[in-house]
């Protein structure tokens, strides 16, 4: 869940039976239903060891309400995941630092607050509709963040350092998305520029200030912004060739898309496509050019062909919200083709994906 928590002791096995033996003190478990999107399962697992009284140490405690407040967030059960956040004291609080436990913690020092926790505690107010409260606790964990990068500089901490550096951006985006979803771009720019200022090198970030300039009309400054992420060729940072390559034909489909040449823009999406069947931008925009240009029988292909070739990376509302559009388009029993579709997705979806969206 984080990479501050410590690794707990092994137990002595519990006597009630092997079931139980991977309940507690074995975060590998947890961590693997919530990559497979069992949230349903991590709530059943999170009940059970609380009520077996599996939880012995301070930390596992922290632990396991982290992936049940992560878990009820997804299941956008909301009340309940703010309720679990109640239950907590200040994050801040002596009563969550390994110091205060010398006998469970020898030589350990800090907090065993787990990111995700601090993150949401900002995420979860905005969720239940108060947008400025979790606002505010999303620039507090900003400035908690920058003051943890500046201790690191300053103890020359580098290993840990990049790490809070990650959750610096991840905070950053997490923010600027926010700020989009309320047309605030103002402020994106301003916070796209302070972290560009300090790594010009993040062209995911660089692409972004693209996008948010051509939200705002100002497709030259856009152009600026892709040419810088094309010029850096070679020098592509973290992405992969393939990564690096679609980010730039994305980018050029983008411009097009804004002069309304959707035929150059298919394009460029379908050169994606041909290098990673997985790029699922690429697929929806695709779908979406060719739904301008009147080819709705071909944009259904493009979305049904996605979800049948990778249907655990294509299965997202917004593929599925405009595949379901365009069979209403398309097809007069437009009703029984999105049943069926309701059908397969519930067999293969995560406990997350919202079945509403095919609003059948």
């Given at each position: 869940m984080d990479s501050d928590s410590p690794r707990s002791d092994s137990q002595t096995q519990h006597p009630l039976s092997n079931e139980v033996d991977d309940l507690c003190h074995d975060m590998s478990s947890l961590q693997d239903l919530a990559n497979r999107g069992a949230w349903r399962s991590i709530i059943d697992k999170v009940s059970r060891a609380r009520a077996l009284s599996l939880l012995q140490k301070p930390h596992d405690h922290l632990t396991y309400l982290a992936f049940n407040a992560l878990a009820f967030t997804k299941l956008r059960r909301f009340n309940e995941a703010s309720a679990e956040l109640d239950s907590l004291e200040d994050l801040d609080s002596s009563h969550y630092r390994y110091e205060t436990y010398p006998k469970i913690y020898p030589n350990r020092v800090g907090s065993m607050v787990p990111f995700s926790l601090r993150w949401l505690h900002a995420l979860i107010p905005i969720k239940l509709g108060q947008r400025q409260q979790g606002m505010d606790r999303f620039y507090h964990l900003l400035d908690f963040v920058r003051e943890k990068i500046k201790d690191k500089e300053e103890n020359n901490l580098s290993v840990s350092l990049g790490m809070w550096r990650k959750r610096e951006v991840f905070?950053?985006?997490?923010?600027?998305?926010?700020?989009?979803?309320?047309?605030?771009?103002?402020?994106?720019l301003s916070l796209m520029n302070d972290l560009l200022s300090r790594d010009s090198s993040d062209l995911l970030l660089i692409s972004q200030l693209g996008y948010v300039q051509l939200q705002i009309g100002d497709l030259e400054g856009a152009k600026v912004s892709f040419s810088k992420v094309?010029?850096?060729?070679?020098n592509n940072g973290s992405l992969s060739e393939v990564e690096f390559k679609n980010l730039v034909n994305r980018n050029k489909a983008l411009v097009y898309l804004v002069g309304k040449d959707y035929v150059s823009?298919?394009?460029?999406y379908e050169e994606c496509i041909e290098r990673d069947h997985s790029?699922?931008?690429?697929?929806?925009?695709?779908?979406?050019?060719?739904?301008?240009?009147?080819?709705?029988?071909?944009?259904?292909?493009?979305?049904?062909?996605?979800?049948e070739r990778v249907p655990t990376v294509a299965l997202n509302e917004t593929l599925v919200v405009n595949l379901c559009s365009m069979y209403e388009l398309a097809y007069v029993n437009h009703s029984d083709i999105k049943r069926t579709l309701s059908s397969w997705i519930a067999r293969v979806a995560p406990d997350d994906f919202d079945a509403s969206c095919t609003r059948t």
């Open positions: 905070v950053v985006n997490c923010i600027i998305g926010h700020h989009l979803s309320q047309k605030e771009f103002g402020v994106c094309e010029g850096e060729g070679k823009a298919v394009r460029e790029d699922i931008v690429a697929v929806n925009n695709k779908a979406l050019c060719l739904m301008y240009l009147r080819d709705l029988s071909d944009s259904i292909k493009v979305l049904e062909n996605a979800l």
